[in-house]
């Protein structure tokens, strides 16, 4: 091999060395994002063993028994269980009702207390019932089940109202709560703790219009609830175990074909590196006889 050609080979012998290096660089900054990512797993997961979340007490024929608190079970119940019933408000003091009732209410509904009912049964609470096709048969159910007086307190908690004694009580308002977020206990809880949603039960207290009774909801929170407890968490700590151990494999994977990289960079590298030490030594050796040739 020729002076000239041995330096054009030494060119880009240390070309392609420095572009090895420069992927090697970006492996190493790969694998410390990789032990970012596991430390924030890592610290998702400590976080996780306080986990907790709200319960209520219900009362069933077996006894006292408890249920997540969610939307759907504060607001409806079934036959033969007791419980209180609660209103979810947001910041604004809107009531929240369910999609399949606030898509239903048309300009007029909320003129009358039966046709508000009606949707509240065929569209939310019964809406897989085919058994149940009338207005009565709908109102009947709701009463054997506990709904109708919560429900219709709630309608007039939206509209307002002026009780038999001239008291003015000034409409709520409502918001439309989407069904994925019903029976999302954390959705729920995390509202709760960053004071975006509300809770108000209804009270065995009552206001009477025109001589019929309406349950009166007043405002509660966790700490003062007896009927509601935040209680630590099994299942969510199980869950980001599980969370946090199939994040780390696949973390462990990524490394693992990440070294491989770097194994077979560093191979490359070194290869390249004997050849440009040999090269080096032949241009060495050129020059040499050249100047030795030069000054003979």
Known sequence: MGMSASQVRL????????DLEFQAQGVQYSKLDLADDENEAYEK???????SKLQMTVVTANGNEFKDVTYTNLVSRSAGVLQSMYAVTNAEGNILLPEQITS????NTLDSLDSFLEIVGKNY????????????EIFAEMKNDGNYDYWKSIYYQIIGYQNDNGEFVNSRGYDTIYADKTTDRDWLMDG?????????????KSDTLNGSSINIFA????????????????ELVNEARTEYEHRVKELD????????????????????????????QIVSKSIERSYKTFNA
């Open 192 to 204: 709760i703790n960053n004071a975006e949603l509300f809770l108000c039960k209804m009270t065995t």
């Open 125 to 136: 609470l019964y809406s897989g019932r085919a058994d149940l096709t009338t207005k009565d």
């Open 253 to 280: 994977i990524k490394d693992s074909k990440l070294d491989l990289t770097l194994s077979q960079i560093d191979t490359q590298h070194s290869a390249l590196k004997t050849e440009y030490d040999s090269v080096k």
């Open 219 to 234: 405002k509660t929170g966790v700490a003062e609830d007896p009927d509601i407890t935040e209680t630590y968490s099994e």
């Open 11 to 18: 060119l880009s012998l240390t070309s392609r060395m420095h």
């Open 45 to 51: 997961y400590l976080d996780a063993m306080d986990a």
């Open 104 to 107: 239903k209410i048309g300009v």
